[in-house]
């Protein structure tokens, strides 16, 4: 009895095994027959119903295709913050309605070729004008009758006392003839004597030099110097012809051993006429008549007649603006120290009515002053209306107020009357 009750436990067992075995072999294969199906459903061509859906009719050979640029299975999720624009229909370039907001749609910049948000709305577009640096207009812009101009740099060791001149360029050269071959002669005045010499650029009017130069020159003496520029031509027998000159006076600099100054000046024609007989000044004349400001800029002198020439002697300009020959206001210039041709390059202002320019004048006097001495007189010039001045001066008044807001330059013959 035994014996055929294990034997049919066994039995029981082992149909219960092979039921389940026959269980998991039937699940095994419907699973691998769901998914042949749901493969060969791929195979097909899908079209959607929504006629405002997204992706168009696309087989799996066209999507196999798209997929090594970028995959179609990426799905389209728009930001929360565009939830309520308003969109069309997305073709293959996946591009977005334009919106009236500056700000969520750009008007310019490239736009990016991923099929996704990216593509549709560019984010940070970078405007390059932002990042342009301030165009340098000295080099383009040049006045009419421009003769040139001329570029250098300075600096100055303090411990060695050496002025440090590095002339760079000169552009827009005239010269008389169509070949050009310049050189640069620099001057520290006063001293006219010596100079140094740059090399000569050949059939150019526009010279590069980048030259370097040393001038020894006493820390002291430093602001009282004026650095001079004469640009000249040789010609084919060796003859110089002058070009024009630059003439920059130090003392309005702060010259230090780490701070080297780049600056351009456009060249001046020299004042080939000889001096009169007490010398010349020249100044600038402006008036603003919506301020009702006249500007008076003494810019040099030259050929002054000294009572004493040593370094002490000091030469200043006093302008004086008078109304019917009535005292109204002076100021002066600071003292040029030993030089009968001193460099000012200084700026007055009067306050004037327009209706008091046919009385007012002004009257530029030239002083030297000696320690210990009182100061002496070494000429004087008077510009303004008919009802003062003839000739020049009244020529130079007239311009000036023809001319408003512009500087009118002349050279005037000194006179020695009071």
């Not at 049919?8 to 219960?16: E, F, H």
């Not at 005045?189 to 020894?216: A, C, G, H, I, M």
């Not at 008549?289 to 370094?311: I, M, P, W």
Request: with cysteine.
């Amino acid at each position: 009895f035994t014996e055929q009750a294990v034997a049919v436990a066994g039995a029981v067992i082992g149909g219960i095994l092979l039921f389940v075995l026959i269980g998991i072999t039937a699940y095994l294969l419907w699973k691998k027959f769901c998914c042949l199906l749901s493969y060969e459903k791929l195979t097909n061509s899908v079209k959607t119903t929504n006629t405002n859906a997204i992706f168009q009719d696309k087989t799996y050979s066209e999507m196999q295709i798209k997929s090594t640029s970028r995959s179609r299975s990426v799905p389209f999720i728009i930001p929360p913050t565009l939830h309520r624009q308003d969109w069309i229909n997305l073709t293959n370039e996946e591009q977005v309605q334009e919106d009236s907001d500056p700000y969520m749609t750009p008007q310019f910049g490239p736009r990016s070729s991923f099929h996704s948000l990216a593509g549709a709305y560019v984010v940070g577009t970078i405007n390059p004008a932002l990042y342009k640096f301030p165009e340098d207009k000295s080099e383009t812009d040049f006045p009419d009758g421009n003769i040139g101009r001329l570029w250098f740099s300075i600096e100055y060791e303090q411990e060695s006392e050496r002025l440090l001149v590095s002339l760079i360029k000169v552009r827009k050269l005239q010269p008389p003839v169509d070949s050009c071959s310049p050189f640069v002669k620099i001057y520290l005045l006063p001293d006219e004597r010596s100079y140094l010499q740059s090399k000569t650029k050949r059939r150019t009017l526009n010279p590069q030099f980048d030259e370097n130069f040393v001038f020894q020159v006493s820390s002291k003496m430093l602001l009282q110097r004026t650095l001079k520029f004469l640009v000249y031509h040789v010609d084919k027998q060796k003859k110089h012809h002058f070009l024009g000159q630059v003439i920059f006076p130090l003392k309005n600099e702060l010259l230090t051993d780490d701070n080297k100054l780049v600056i351009w000046r456009d060249l001046e024609k020299e004042n080939l006429e000889p001096p009169s007989e007490y010398g010349d000044i020249q100044f600038s004349l402006s008036y603003n008549d919506y301020l009702g400001r006249l500007t008076v800029v003494v810019l040099r002198a030259r050929g002054l007649k000294l009572q004493e020439e040593s370094h002490s002697v000091g030469v200043y300009v006093k302008v004086s603006l008078m109304n019917h020959n009535k005292f109204i206001k002076s100021k002066k210039t600071a003292a040029v120290l030993g030089t009968p041709n001193p460099v000012y390059n200084e700026t007055f202002s009067f306050k004037a009515d327009q209706r008091e320019l046919d009385t007012a004048s002004l009257s530029l006097s030239v002083l030297q002053s000696i320690k210990g001495e009182k100061t002496l007189l070494l000429g004087r010039v008077v510009v303004g209306p008919f009802m003062y001045t003839r000739g020049k001066e009244l020529e130079h008044w007239n311009e000036m107020i023809s001319k408003p807001k512009e500087l009118v330059k002349r050279w005037h013959a000194l006179c020695h009357s009071m």
